[in-house]
């Protein structure tokens, strides 16, 4: 097997001059090679033509650039597409292009699968597989802005794909700060937001953070009783716990935290948990984003009716609570929330995870 030459892809742009300097090199070639990686979907050494060929020649025995390889690539009736990507070790992951919302969104993972089973959750049935790198979380930025011809036009991003993304808490910001460098795609952490099941040490780290991106909160449930149910984490960090992190959450002039909230029939979505809600989130700078349950085998719930969650958005915003109903995109292709697994988990073989899910 060839030796393995250190990741370009893995190096921020910081690191990628002091890689460049200490093998003699002048800094400045490191923009050049971030222009290509990033900007314009380049890896190959060889046709990055404002390098001297001396250096388009010598890099390649130096340096590798890994990119995520699309294994498929399927659209949805409504314009989504959820790409099966496959990783340097053959593991696969699901990234998802979400078009006009009004803006084009691109739902990355930042795990091969996820620890945090949540109840109504297809990826939670896999466990966790590993993390992903820093690299191969912006290697699926790359793969989806080449793939849909977005390089060099605004887009969003949303940690929302497979993980739990403060459970990969390093690499998940590494991956902010390459994708945010100025001579690669410039990503302004206003286009980002983090969804998480809230571990407060996270959020606590997060709140310290230069490059802050939107936060969005896995909420789902009004007391403890429910939510531990639902969301497993909510034995260590609860409801309050959460809350007054948020509470204390320095937010930028004008921003909100987004609470997410899945509306399981019959479970969490009577008028009662919705009056509830409005008064757990008094004082904080909230707005609730309602996700009918997309329901899917082996998950234990239903999807409520649209008049339940008509009647639920209403106690909302009656309270003057800020609040929208998020559509399912990519239903048809198992592209939407939750919906998200790939063959290959830890504890079990996809055959046996799959019967088990179509039980
Ligand atoms: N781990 C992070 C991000 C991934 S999930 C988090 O939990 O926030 C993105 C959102 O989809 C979360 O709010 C999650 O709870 C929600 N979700 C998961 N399964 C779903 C399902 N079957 N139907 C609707 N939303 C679901």
């Given amino acids: 097997m060839k030796p393995s030459l250190p990741d370009m892809a893995e190096l921020e742009l910081h690191e990628l001059e ?20 990033y900007r314009r979907g380049v890896t190959d050494f060889g046709r990055m033509t404002d390098l001297s060929r001396t250096l388009r020649q010598q890099l390649p025995t130096e340096f590798a ?38 803006s084009m ?10 620890a945090m089973a949540c109840d109504f959750c297809l990826t939670g049935k ?3 597989v590993r993390n992903l790198t820093a690299g191969e979380i912006a290697g699926q930025v790359r793969v989806l802005a080449a793939a849909t011809d977005l390089l060099d036009r605004p887009f969003n991003i949303v940690l929302m794909g497979m993980g739990e993304p403060l459970h990969n808490y390093d690499n998940t910001m590494k991956a902010l700060r390459m994708l945010h460098a100025e001579h690669g795609l410039a990503v302004s952490p206003r286009r980002v937001t983090l969804s998480t099941v809230g571990i407060v040490p996270g959020l606590e780290r997060l709140a310290r953070e230069p490059l802050m991106p939107n936060l969005a909160i896995s909420l789902h449930a009004t007391t403890d009783e429910q939510r531990t149910r639902l969301v497993p984490p909510n034995r260590k960090y609860s409801l ?3 809350l007054d992190t948020c509470r204390n959450f320095p937010l930028k002039k004008r921003s909100r935290i987004t609470f997410e909230y899945v509306l399981l029939d019959g479970f969490n979505d009577t008028p009662e948990d919705a009056r509830r809600l409005v008064r ?23 999807r409520p009716s649209d008049e339940r969650v008509g009647r639920f958005a209403q106690v909302l915003a009656d309270r003057h609570v800020t609040v929208s109903v998020r559509k399912s995109r990519g239903r048809d292709i198992r592209a939407a929330c939750g919906q998200l697994i ?18």
Avoid at 18 to 37: D, K, N
Wanted: glycine residues 10%.
């Fill in 280 to 302: 757990l989130l008094s004082g904080i700078k909230a707005k609730v984003n309602l996700i009918p349950l997309n329901p899917a085998p082996g998950i234990p719930y239903d």
């Fill in 65 to 102: 650039v890994t990119t995520p390889s699309v294994v498929a690539d399927e659209r949805s009736t409504d314009g989504t597409r959820k790409f099966l990507l496959e990783l340097a070790d053959k593991r696969r992951i699901e990234a998802v292009f979400i078009p006009d919302t009004p």
């Fill in 240 to 242: 309050a716990d959460i």
């Fill in 105 to 114: 969104t691109f739902c990355i993972s930042t795990q091969v699968g996820c």
């Fill in 342 to 359: 790939v063959e290959g988990g830890s504890k079990k073989s996809a055959g046996q995870q799959m019967a088990l899910l179509m039980r």
């Fill in 18 to 37: 002091a890689g460049l300097e200490s093998g003699g090199r002048e800094r400045f070639h490191a923009r050049q090679l971030y222009r290509w990686i």
């Fill in 126 to 128: 896999m466990g966790l």
